[in-house]
């Protein structure tokens, strides 16, 4: 019995260990290197067919000058604040957006939501490519938006939104809005009801009940939603690439540019790397204040 709940609880570490850990330290090992003129285009840090003598001299190698390189450049460091401001943003946004949307399917009729649960997920049936694609359409001088905007008599010329960080923010919108509503919704789903009914006995207004025992008891969907918006987002090149234009600093597209226009493997391991922990850092933070409620709780 041991032995099976020990394979059974060892599935995830290796899955973890196999797509996470592993290329980590791949790419972790490229960013120590020097970049070269060749195929694979850097000169490796660490010969694994030296054996245990170039592990021990591992120490004495290290070079950490394209980590020097971001710092100096402020390209770099540019794109990563330009990216967190529109990650957090565009999150806020979705979490405007979609916390309406997941409190009105968890409160609509029980025959009701598996259409409204379809409608939400019915966008992941199409290419994501395909879908920034049409975005291209609608935020076009030339598209629908603009089109509609001048024949209702809002605007008398077309605006400039594609190929601005406006164009950036409802594209990341419009993509991963569902991943904000269906945690919430999945939270909200399971809120039992008679403890509104017990706080209007007590007292408090619809508004009171609202703020007072909803918002916290979905606090855990609200959290797990922000994180699939953000960690995506923050990391995200198609849609900078192809609605933001060269005006849109995100350290995904930098990245990108980086690896297969510039051919600077090291540099842009050394990006993926502190883009990486950036991600981890809050992730981390989390978990250990959770674990310690959960403590305090027992």
């Known amino acids: 019995m041991n032995w099976r709940r020990i394979a059974l609880i060892s599935v995830p570490y290796f899955w973890l260990l196999g797509l996470f850990l592993v290329p980590f330290f791949i790419v972790l090992k490229i960013s120590l290197s020097d970049i070269a003129l060749a195929i694979p285009p850097y000169t490796p840090t660490l010969e694994l067919s030296e054996g245990w003598s170039g592990l021990r001299d ?12 971001l710092a100096d450049d402020d390209l770099y460091w540019k794109s990563y604040l330009s990216s967190v401001q529109i990650a957090f943003i565009s999150t806020f946004i979705c979490l ?3 916390f309406p949307i997941a409190y009105g399917m968890a409160n609509a009729p029980t025959e009701w939501q598996p259409t409204l649960m379809l409608l939400v997920i019915l966008p992941f049936w199409t290419s994501f490519l395909i879908r920034v694609y049409s975005l291209i359409g609608l ?22 939104i594609l190929n601005t960080n406006w164009a950036v923010y409802i594209g990341i919108v419009y993509t991963y809005c ?12 399971k ?7 017990a706080a209007e006995d ?17 606090k855990a969907g609200i959290i797990a939603g922000c994180f699939l918006v953000f960690i995506p987002a923050l990391g995200e090149f198609v849609i900078p690439s192809l609605l ?26 050394a990006v993926a790397v502190i883009l990486l922990l ?9 978990q250990r204040n959770e674990q310690k409620m959960m403590e305090a709780d027992t």
Request: net charge negative; aromatic share 12%.
């Open 244 to 269: 933001g234009g060269s005006g849109t600093l995100m350290i995904g597209k930098v990245l990108f540019e980086e690896f297969f226009a510039n051919r600077d493997w090291p540099v842009a391991s």
């Open 278 to 286: 950036i991600l981890i850092i809050p992730i981390v933070m989390y």
């Open 96 to 98: 405007l957006i979609g």
């Open 178 to 189: 569902p991943f904000m509503i269906l945690p919430i919704y999945a939270t909200l789903i």
């Open 191 to 197: 809120l039992d009801a008679s403890l509104l009914e």
């Open 58 to 69: 591992l120490v004495a190698q290290l070079d950490f000058e394209n980590f020097a390189f």
């Open 139 to 160: 935020l076009s001088q030339e598209g629908m938006i603009n089109q509609f905007l001048m024949w209702i008599g809002i605007i008398n010329e077309p605006l400039m």
């Open 202 to 218: 007590l007292g408090c207004s619809r508004t009171e009940a609202f703020w007072r025992i909803t918002i916290p008891l979905s």
